[in-house]
T-cell receptor
Framework: DQQVKQNSPSLSVQEGRISILNCDYTNSMFDYFLWYKKYPAEGPTFLISISSIKDKNEDGRFTVFLNKSAKHLSLHIVPSQPGDSAVYFCAASAQSSGSARQLTFGSGTQLTVLP | NAGVTQTPKFQVLKTGQSMTLQCAQDMNHNSMYWYRQDPGMGLRLIYYSASEGTTDKGEVPNGYNVSRLNKREFSLRLESAAPSQTSVYFC?????????????FGDGTRLSIL
């Protein structure tokens, strides 16, 4: 049972346009959400995060939106650049026993930005 | 700026062989994690160590053991490798287990078991 779902395995956009990557979750205990970017043969790199007390967080060209009632978050990249082509993972965490926090990952979306 | 270093980067094993994957971080982080990534799936947590001297099971611990050797190093051991353990293994670290901070990942170990 996937608690974090990225239903689009791939997305292609033109350079300069907006890229919108989506993520849905089922566990209402999740209170911290992250996006990671991964290039081939490299490890995931942290991109941006959002706490459940916010509905938007912005960092340069990257903005994450959180809709708690819909259990949905999205990552907007504006404007998209060819270097943004990578796999994007959505991840979520909740406070678990012993105060430890674990990340639950979605399956990823391959973004291709066309020049 | 090494961050999280994993060795080896690639390995091919035969079924039944044993192997230890090494991970070291130089960021003075307390918490360390081992994940596996399989095609079409996200990263799944195998084991983690919230702090030096502690280890706990994650989502998919069967067939693996771990050792938190010291604050810097966290190793993952396959005692008797099986083809189902063919995967890319990622190690990660974080300042503290319980806070809202991102995990930092190594570049992975690509393991094939024949």
């Amino acid at each position: 049972d996937q608690q974090v779902k990225q239903n689009s395995p791939s997305l292609s956009v033109q350079e300069g346009r907006i890229s919108i990557l989506n993520c849905d979750y089922t566990n209402s205990m999740f209170d911290y959400f992250l996006w990671y970017k991964k290039y081939p043969a490299e490890g995931p790199t942290f991109l941006i995060s959002i706490s459940s007390i916010k509905d938007k967080n912005e960092d340069g060209r990257f903005t994450v939106f959180l809709n708690k009632s819909a259990k949905h978050l999205s990552l907007h990249i504006v404007p998209s650049q060819p270097g943004d082509s990578a796999v994007y993972f959505c991840a979520a965490s909740a406070q678990s026993s012993g105060s430890a926090r674990q990340l639950t990952f979605g399956s990823g979306t391959q973004l291709t930005v066309l020049p | 700026n090494a961050g999280v270093t994993q060795t080896p980067k690639f390995q091919v094993l035969k079924t039944g062989q044993s192997m230890t994957l090494q991970c070291a971080q130089d960021m003075n982080h307390n918490s360390m994690y081992w994940y596996r990534q399989d095609p079409g799936m996200g990263l799944r947590l195998i084991y983690y160590s919230a702090s030096e001297g502690t280890t706990d099971k994650g989502e998919v611990p069967n067939g693996y053991n771990v050792s938190r050797l010291n604050k810097r190093e966290f190793s993952l051991r396959l005692e008797s490798a099986a083809p189902s353990q063919t995967s890319v293994y990622f190690c990660a670290s974080k300042v503290q287990s319980g806070n809202n901070q991102p995990q930092h990942f190594g570049d992975g170990t690509r393991l094939s078991i024949l």
